[in-house]
């Protein structure tokens, strides 16, 4: 099975801190995705990555920053945290082959205070 | 502009019975189509999915359908049972890129 670990559960930070969100794979998978889940809003893409080094923006990429220095991990980084930040973020991972779907972690419940 | 909607954000079924799941996409683009099952305080699990090029897939009980003149996707569970209950999401992407996901559909199976 595929095992997708986000380090935290639950974290609360401050507006203007710098927030990092830490996402592995157990699986090799080449793309890994960050989203978050908002009440009424379905999950909405952040920032995806194809392999190490590379990066792309997804539907709302402002106010994030993502690093991908290994396979198998992918970090999203809120810059400047806002309370409009404040959200469930899931991470998941996908083998880079046609057709095949993305597998998720537990989630972050992130509030910014 | 949402492209992939969910337009039930609740149904309640009984057990024994079939849950069908609704979902409605306005992109004629999208060629790979997902199901997804979250409970609460966990990460969304992968269901089911189905290419363009079919109209149907199966596994246990549950069956996706496609029809894409009317650019409409339905989940059927059958039986249904209470393990079910579950926010299900549906998602839909295009040249397998990035996944756009529904709002959601609330399924509460009762005894």
């Known amino acids: 099975d595929v095992k997708v670990t986000q380090s935290s559960r639950y974290l609360v930070k401050r507006t203007g801190e710098k927030v990092f969100l830490e996402c592995v794979q157990d699986m090799d998978h080449e793309n890994m995705f960050w989203y978050r889940q908002d009440p009424g809003l379905g999950l909405r893409l952040i920032y995806f990555s194809y392999d190490v080094k590379m990066k792309e923006k997804g539907d709302i990429p402002e106010g994030y920053s993502v690093s991908r220095e290994k396979k198998e991990r992918f970090s999203l980084i809120l810059e400047s945290a806002s309370t409009n930040q404040t959200s469930m973020y899931l991470c998941?991972?996908?083998?880079?082959?046609?057709?095949?779907?993305?597998?998720f972690g537990d989630g972050t419940r992130l509030s910014i205070l | 502009d949402q492209q992939v909607k969910q337009n039930s954000p609740s149904l309640s079924v009984q057990e024994g019975r079939i849950s069908i799941l609704n979902c409605d996409y306005t992109?004629?683009?999208?060629?790979?189509f997902l199901w997804y099952k979250k409970y609460p305080a966990e990460g969304p699990t992968f269901l089911i999915s189905i290419s363009s090029i079919k109209d149907k897939n199966e596994d246990g009980r549950f069956t996706v359908f496609l029809n894409k003149s009317a650019k409409h996707l339905s989940l059927h569970i059958v039986p249904s049972q209470p393990g079910d209950s579950a926010v299900y999401f549906c998602a839909a992407s295009e040249d397998t890129d990035k996944l756009i996901f529904g709002t959601g559909t609330r399924l509460q199976v009762f005894p």
């Open positions: 998941a991972s996908r083998r880079d082959s046609t057709y095949q779907p993305q597998h």
């Open positions: 992109n004629s683009m999208f060629d790979y």
